[in-house]
C-alpha cells in the first residue's frame, strides 16, 4: 500500500503471470520549472529512463509524465497556430522546457 499525491493505492505481484506496462501511469502537473526538474531528476536520477515528451520510466519501469500546467496551457492555447508551435516543441523534448515551450507558443 502506497500514497501517490494523497490517493491510496494498492500494488500487487501478480508474478510472471502478469507483466506491468505502459496502459498504467501517472501524470502528475506541475506549477513551475524548479518542481518539474526536481521530479523528473528524482525518477529519472534514481535509476530511472527518460522518454519523450516529459514521459520517463522510474527504476522499476512504472511510467511517469512530468506535465506543466504552462504545457497544458499551450496546446489548449484558442489561439490554435501557437497551440501547434508549443506542440511541435514539446515534441522534441524529454524533459519539458517551460522557457521554450512558452517561446515557441509566441512565435
Not at 499525491?5 to 501478480?14: A, M
Not at 522499476?60 to 512530468?66: C, D, R, T
Not at 522557457?99 to 509566441?106: G, P, S
Amino acid at each position: 500500500e502506497f500514497t501517490v499525491l494523497g490517493i491510496p493505492c494498492l500494488g500487487l505481484n501478480g508474478g510472471a503471470t502478469f507483466k506491468h506496462n505502459e496502459a498504467f501511469s501517472f501524470q502528475v502537473a506541475t506549477d513551475d520549472q524548479a518542481e518539474t526538474d526536481r521530479l523528473w531528476d528524482a525518477i529519472v536520477g534514481n535509476g530511472g529512463q527518460e522518454s519523450a515528451c516529459g514521459w520517463c520510466k522510474d527504476k522499476w519501469g512504472l511510467s511517469w509524465q512530468i506535465t506543466p500546467r504552462a504545457l497544458t496551457d499551450a496546446v489548449n492555447d484558442p489561439d490554435r497556430a501557437a497551440a501547434k508551435r508549443a506542440f511541435d516543441a514539446m515534441m522534441e523534448m524529454r524533459k519539458i522546457d517551460i522557457a521554450a515551450i512558452e517561446a515557441a507558443r509566441r512565435g
